[in-house]
């Protein structure tokens, strides 16, 4: 099986631009969360999908958003970005929620200028 | 809110050595996860060890093991063996029981041959 796939692997935006991120999950995943990675706050979760719908929200302001397809990929938009928002960006796949295994992309590395 | 610390940003141990990484958390529930994430530097997140707080056994999984010390709130990840390729970011995490999880800010390890 196909693992978690993140595109783009890295990005380059200045401030007050959007950005989408697009995430993949294994075949047969139907819950996706997605995650923040930066030196000074480490890994944050953002929000997990469950079949089209947000079913978790971490702590993030409204400029961070999220959908899921009916094909369980997944997209993660951000809105007039700040040089704060420069992070890899985690996205994680698991078969179903309460399953505690999650399955991590690689990752988008997103820098704001 | 619950909070996950790992004590130690960088460590050291020489090959086919023994380390123990430590993880303590903070929290008031009595059913929760816990879990050792690795993140080698190509990125991808990988499941190392996962414990049900219901258990009182500790977690093992080949050269990977836990102290879990539930009254200690303590959850330490013992590498027996250590290999060149056990070189990574280790993050320790907590699922709460809203399946929310909360990621330490991850210890560095490094192999030395």
């Known amino acids: ?113 | 809110a619950q909070t996950v610390t790992q004590s130690q940003p960088e460590m050291s141990v020489q090959e086919a050595e023994t380390v123990t990484l430590s993880c303590t958390y903070d929290t008031s529930e009595s059913d929760y996860y816990l879990f050792w994430y690795k993140q080698p530097p190509s990125r991808q997140m990988i499941l190392v060890i996962r414990q049900e707080a219901y258990k009182q056994q500790n977690a093992t999984e080949n050269r990977f093991s836990v102290n879990f010390q539930k009254a200690a709130k303590s959850f330490s990840l013992k590498i027996s063996d250590s290999q060149l390729g056990d070189a990574a970011m280790y993050f320790c995490a907590y699922v709460n029981r809203d399946d929310k999880i909360i990621f330490g800010k991850g210890t560095r390890l490094h192999i030395l041959p």
């Open chain 1, 1 to 113: 099986k196909a693992g978690v796939t993140q595109t783009p692997r890295y990005l380059i935006k200045t401030r007050g631009q959007q950005v989408t991120l697009s995430c993949s999950p294994i075949s047969g995943h139907r819950s996706v969360s997605w995650y923040q990675q930066t030196p000074g706050q480490g890994l944050q979760f953002l929000f997990e999908y469950f079949s089209e719908t947000q079913r978790n929200k971490g702590n993030f302001p409204g400029r961070f958003s999220g959908r899921q397809f009916s094909n369980s990929r997944s997209e993660m938009n951000v809105s007039t970005l700040e040089l704060g928002d420069s992070a890899l960006y985690l996205c994680a796949s698991r078969l179903q929620v309460l399953d505690n295994e999650q399955f991590f992309g690689p990752g988008t590395r997103l820098t704001v200028l």
